[in-house]
């Protein structure tokens, strides 16, 4: 549900002078991107008046003076994955993700940097690696938080108990005031003027005043005044969490600036402190200046302790902790059982052992691996000798890397929860000393049994945190009020461990309203004094921390608000329907990593660094859509808008946590677009792919002739809606099916005469020898050459290879939503194949998003007496490089066979077979060669995606996608360094955006292959 205010305001009186981009008029692209910022990663959701994403500091001075003339408030965003709605508000969403994004100066000497606010937190370290240096504070969402968000949180993260929080690491702040001037928060020298003039206070620290406004040298006068203050030193010690409570949260950190000098602490006086989980309600972060530290160690080892029970790891982690480990995180059994079905964290699971119900994840670093199994050894002797853990692996490297990534993960793997009851970010953020933990926890599970709600259980139990999240259904009056239950009920339980409500996901509007009750009203009230002091017309970020609404309004869900069902073509029973899908989205913002954090997902959003182009918004935009019962023409453009950048890679089916695959849904969306708005000439007719290659096979020289000219190819283009500059793949004389029949089998001079390589036994009577080829559209007419080479190949290597009877994949239909034809198709494939195809007798495809349509869409296209069938040809439709693979694994295949010249490839992986298979058996397969070196390159997608980068209005978009990783990878590499690339579109882009030619894995092995 929608919580939409009816303010109106003169935005476009700001617009004509506003160089950043500002959306707020009822056009549908605005409306679109209004209702994207509208959420964030919490529960909570609020129509913003307006979304403006600033390309200068005087752009954000504009929005200060507009906001401070019209009473409204800006609400300065990030990456947007704040669990407490923090960025959620009735205001201008401030967005500085994509515009103040840059790294102004690294003192590698002195260990410090300069930033914007909207740089990422690893891919800061990524430049400042070669310095030999790091950032520290590492949440889970490293790879997409901002810094600007982690000074708004005061971001801790798994290593916090060795690296620190934010607020330890921020030397300085340049803000912006509400008055609009900018100010710098710097450490103050104890007496002394510092270098911007000013007088010395009562405490002895200089109070700056020269060339400071009014309202700057008001700040630093009344702060002092209120820390100065005996009665409010004395509530402010006595109403905080317990000193030995490291993660400290709640309100403002009046406790931390308790620590300087002035007030006989030992630390230099800095409200950078201050600005530290002020959560952007204090002013507006332009720049920060951050101290770094060394590298890790160079050896890092984690001990997976595995435990019956939660209790006996709390116990274990106790235990660990007395050796002074880098991190000490857990991880349940709800987040270990939803890695065994995903798709990319199945494979991170190796190293669990049996059933636990609990893991603590422990690390341990030093400069040798003898000192790290040391230190290990010793900590495992302890455990069993107190009976706590079962196993206790040590990983290393990426072994260690691949378990941190399941910790990492939890937040999104638990979203695979079936049913409306969800885990919600409520309790997950509140701490207490380490000592503490274990009675906390245990008095906590007697908090949800009372309102009978399990929850699961992970993270930062070294630092006294674990994300707790109890399972509520929000979309219940019921749920809506046990939320705000289980939440009164856990303050009173901190109270008692004198603990933290927010540890470092901050208050925002959800533990807001329970400060009075954790702090005091005395000490609350300083906390409204300090933002009064800052911003006296509250047009930084109203509403957050103090003076907050109720917790548990505005929320994303209507409460007992009735969905109707939505039929859709494909079936989505195992996500129980394509709205349960979308809702799987939990906005913490995988889908926001860039090229160089790598992966697939999100290409869009790497190209052109704006929200619209995550997959979270296109998931969220999904979740509206098919929430309201009766969509409108409005919202059905919106959708279609935010959908268009898709590239239908499938990356997020993969690399989102919860596996929100947009492509599907998008295809869904489309379909039923069609429906009522019929199908556009361009779509019908690349989803007829097939049919126009089978009447243009006729006169392949004429074909040819016209896409083979620049001039005529250049008309043509444009008369379908394709791009000038895009080159169109050449018709080859024959098909591959025309040349196939016609021509006999040869003999494998591999299988006979001298030198013969002698087939295994099961081989010489003929079992297993038969194969099948998928016979793909793209390979049938325009990569002959490479079926061909499949085909010799197969049968050089004894294999008896059959193009059994079946029709096109369908995928030209899937990707441009023609979902009822795709349907046809599938259900005529499976029809035609099922009883052929068997482990024995397997089915192999050369084209990856052809072949793997078989994995993925057909299960959910075919109907339910076809599912059997279509289940089990799924298992056995392999990719060319997976059989090779497998006949390696099983010594059909030996690398005696192939040359032993040197030589080097670089491989790109199609985006499908990253996404539902791995590129690992085409490593292999290329490894075959002994002296042939395979690299991958580190390139998600290559921007092409089919058809997509055909087209007229995509092409820049496509170009742009390539020229992340792979065009200068690719440029880099000497010319006889081979290029290699399963998929048809991939090799195509490579060879429009590079000039080099790419070749088949197939080809390669063919070339490779002894005569």
Not at 136 to 150: L, V
Not at 260 to 266: C, I, W
């Amino acid at each position: 549900m929608f919580y939409v205010s009816n303010t109106q305001l003169p935005f476009e009186q700001l617009s004509p002078t506003f160089e950043g981009e500002l959306y707020f008029d009822n056009s549908i692209p605005h409306q679109a991107i209004r209702k994207l910022y509208a959420t964030d990663a919490s529960v909570y959701q609020e129509m913003p008046v307006a979304v403006a994403l600033p390309r200068t500091i005087q752009d954000i001075q504009k929005l200060i003076h507009f906001a401070t003339e019209h009473d409204i408030t800006l609400i300065p965003r990030a990456a947007g994955t704040s669990l407490a709605g923090q960025v959620v508000g009735n205001g201008i969403v401030v967005d500085i993700s994509k515009y103040f994004d840059k790294i102004l100066e690294i003192n590698a000497q002195e260990h410090w940097v300069r930033v914007q606010p909207g740089v990422i937190r690893d891919d800061l370290n990524f430049i400042l690696k070669p310095y030999g240096l790091m950032f520290g504070p590492e949440t889970s969402t490293a790879n997409r938080a901002m810094i600007g968000g982690m000074i708004g949180n005061n971001s801790c993260g798994l290593h916090s108990i060795s690296w620190g929080t934010t607020r330890d690491h921020l030397l300085e702040v340049k803000a912006l005031l509400s008055d609009g001037s900018e100010m710098m928060f710097s450490p103050l020298a104890p007496r002394g003027v510092p270098s911007n003039g000013g007088t010395k206070g009562s405490s002895g620290f200089a109070i700056p005043t020269r060339e400071y406004s009014d309202l700057q040298s008001e700040i630093y006068s009344e702060i002092f005044e209120i820390l100065s203050n005996p009665d409010n030193q004395i509530k402010i010690q006595e109403n905080f969490p317990k000193k030995t409570v490291t993660r400290r949260n709640t309100g403002y950190a009046l406790d931390a600036l308790l620590k300087s000098a002035p007030f006989g602490g030992t630390e230099d006086f800095n409200l950078s402190k201050l600005i530290a989980g002020s959560e952007g309600t204090l002013c507006f972060i332009t720049e920060a200046k951050l101290n770094l530290l060394p590298l890790p160690p160079a050896e890092l080892g984690l001990i997976c302790i595995h435990c019956s029970s939660l209790h006996e790891s709390l116990l274990a982690n106790a235990v660990a902790m007395k050796y002074q480990p880098l991190a000490s995180e857990l991880v349940d059994k709800y987040i270990m059982d939803f890695t065994k079905e995903h798709n990319e964290y199945r494979h991170n699971r190796f190293f669990i052992e049996g059933d636990p119900a609990a893991m603590l994840m422990v690390e341990f670093g030093a400069e040798t691996r003898a000192e790290v199994e040391a230190m290990a050894g010793a900590v495992v002797t302890d455990l069993t000798a107190q009976g706590l853990g079962y196993a206790y692996p040590l990983l290393f490297g990426d072994e260690s890397k691949k378990a941190w990534d399941v910790r990492k993960a939890g937040l999104g793997l638990i979203r695979n929860l079936p049913g409306d009851t969800q885990p919600v970010n409520l309790i997950e953020d509140c701490a207490v000393a380490v000592e503490d933990l274990p009675e906390y926890i245990a008095d906590l599970g007697e908090v949800l049994q009372k309102h009978n709600v399990h929850a699961s259980y992970y993270a930062h139990a070294g630092a006294g945190e674990l994300h707790v999240e109890p399972m509520v259904n929000l979309k219940t009056s019921e749920g809506k009020a046990k939320f705000r239950a289980i939440l009164a009920d856990t303050a009173v339980l901190l109270k008692k461990y004198n603990g933290s409500l927010s540890g470092e996901h901050g208050d925002g509007r959800l533990r807001g309203e329970f400060i009075p009750f954790m702090m005091g009203e005395e000490v609350y009230a300083l906390f409204r004094e300090v933002k009064n002091l800052f911003d006296p017309k509250g047009i930084f970020n109203r509403g957050k921390i103090v003076d907050t609404p109720p917790m548990n309004e505005f929320l994303r869900y209507q409460p007992d608000q009735v969905t109707l069902k939505i039929d859709t073509v494909f079936d989505f029973s195992n996500q129980e329907s394509i709205l349960r899908l979308a809702e799987k989205c939990s906005g913490s913002g995988d889908c926001r990593k860039t090229q160089v954090t790598g992966g697939t997902m999100c290409p869009s959003y790497m190209a052109t660094l704006r929200e619209r182009d995550t997959t979270r918004a296109r998931a969220n935009m999904l979740r509206h859509f098919y929430t309201d019962s009766t969509p409108d023409a409005s919202n059905t453009e919106e959708t279609k808008e935010i959908l268009d950048l898709c590239l239908s890679c499938k990356g997020c089916k993969s690399e989102c946590p919860s596996s929100v695959d947009i492509s599907k849904m998008k295809a869904e969306f489309l379909q039923s677009y069609y429906d009522k708005n019929g199908v556009p000439f361009r779509s019908r007719l690349i989803a007829n792919f097939s049919q126009q290659m089978r009447l243009a096979s006729l006169v392949p020289w004429g074909y040819n002739l016209v896409f083979g000219n620049e001039s005529l190819r250049r008309i043509a283009n444009k008369v379908v809606g394709f791009h000038p500059d895009r080159t169109m793949p050449m018709l080859h004389n024959t098909t591959l099916r025309a040349w196939h029949k016609q021509r006999k089998p040869h003999p494998s001079p591999l299988l006979s005469g001298e030198g013969a390589f002698t087939p295994s036994p099961e081989r010489r009577g003929g079992k297993g020898e038969r194969l099948y080829l998928f016979c793909d559209e793209f390979t049938n007419y325009n990569d002959v050459e490479i079926g061909q080479k499949a085909i010799l190949l197969l049968e050089k290597l004894g294999y008896e290879v059959i193009i059994p009877e079946h029709t096109e994949s369908g995928r030209t239909y899937l990707s441009k939503g023609l979902v009822k034809e795709a349907k046809k198709i599938a259900i005529q494939n499976v029809g035609l194949l099922k009883d052929l195809i068997s482990d024995e007798t397997p089915l192999i495809g050369i084209e990856p998003s052809a072949i793997l349509t078989f994995r993925d869409e057909y299960l959910d296209l075919v109907p339910a007496d076809l599912k059997i069938d279509a289940l089990r040809l799924s298992k056995n439709a392999l990719q060319f490089d997976e059989f090779i693979a497998r006949e390696i694994d099983t010594k059909r295949i030996h690398s005696p066979q192939f040359t032993v010249e040197p030589k080097t490839i670089k491989l790109h992986g199609h985006c499908h077979q990253k996404a539902l298979a791995s590129l690992t058996p085409t490593k292999k397969m290329l490894s075959l060669p002994s002296n042939y070196s395979v690299q991958l390159i580190p390139s998600g997608c290559c921007g092409m995606a089919g058809s997509f980068g055909y087209e007229r209005e995509h092409y820049e978009l496509s170009m742009q996608v390539g020229e992340l990783v792979l065009f200068p990878t690719v440029r880099q590499q000497p010319e006889d360094v081979i290029i290699a690339a399963p998929g048809t579109s991939c090799r195509h882009q490579i060879k429009d955006g590079t000039g080099r030619k790419a070749k088949h894995p197939i080809e390669i092995l063919w070339e490779a292959l002894k005569s």
